[in-house]
């Protein structure tokens, strides 16, 4: 449940009847309307018959694994993914994050964990400012490069489809929104997060470095994101709104 009072939906995703139990059980308890779904096409279902603030996704289901519906779920909708997945080498991580998932969650948990993930994930999503709302702009254009805010994709200057991770989607948004702005570190981890700038101070860095990357600016000297020492950063790039 959120700050305000408002009850949050959420959808488990796993073909482990037992695990899906208890995570009903549990979410329930915590003040969540919880649904639940054991392969893709259930999930699809569920998705389709009503609105879910945010999703607990298995990485190993049958059929449909979780990187692939993970991927085709952020092709159409921003709504938070958090994974699970019995995996522990730090590759299933990455590609988690490399396909849009907000969190990642090593199996065995413990459900406190989960659960303050949830609620960390849902207030970070819930503290973006209205500034950065994506449902008055559709796309964001620079430099050849074409950034759908509502689909979260990211389009380079060939026509390719680039994925973002959630929090590399969320840092090239405050970006793009504040072009030819500086911003220090502490903003960018306030506008993209939510989370405090104490926690986040390097994997700020780690996240600027991985989008110039992405956006294959990371030359010696960056052209799109520009580091002004002892200040910040830049997104140096002329931005059409559409």
Known sequence: ?????????????????DIRSMLAEQLSKAGYVVSTAGSGSEMRRALERERVDLIVLDLN????????????L???????VIMLTARSEPIDRVLGLEMGADDYVPKPFEPRELL????NVLRRTEA???????????????????????KRHL???AGRVVVLSGAEFRLLRVFVTHPNRVLTREQLVALSSGRAY???????DLQVSRLRHKLGDDQAESALIKTVRNEGYVFAAAVTMT
């Open 155 to 157: 389009v380079d200057p």
């Open 1 to 17: 449940m959120s700050e305000g009072g408002t009850v949050h939906r959420l959808l488990v995703v796993d073909d482990d009847v």
């Open 128 to 150: 973006l400012p209205t500034s950065l709302d994506v449902v008055s702009v559709g796309e964001a254009k620079f430099a050849g490069w074409t950034l759908n805010l509502q």
């Open 61 to 72: 289901l049958p059929g449909e694994d979780g990187l692939t519906l993970c991927r085709d």
């Open 198 to 204: 104490e926690s986040q101070q390097r994997a700020i």
């Open 74 to 80: 952020r092709a159409r909708s921003n709504t938070p």
């Open 116 to 119: 303050a993930r949830i609620r």
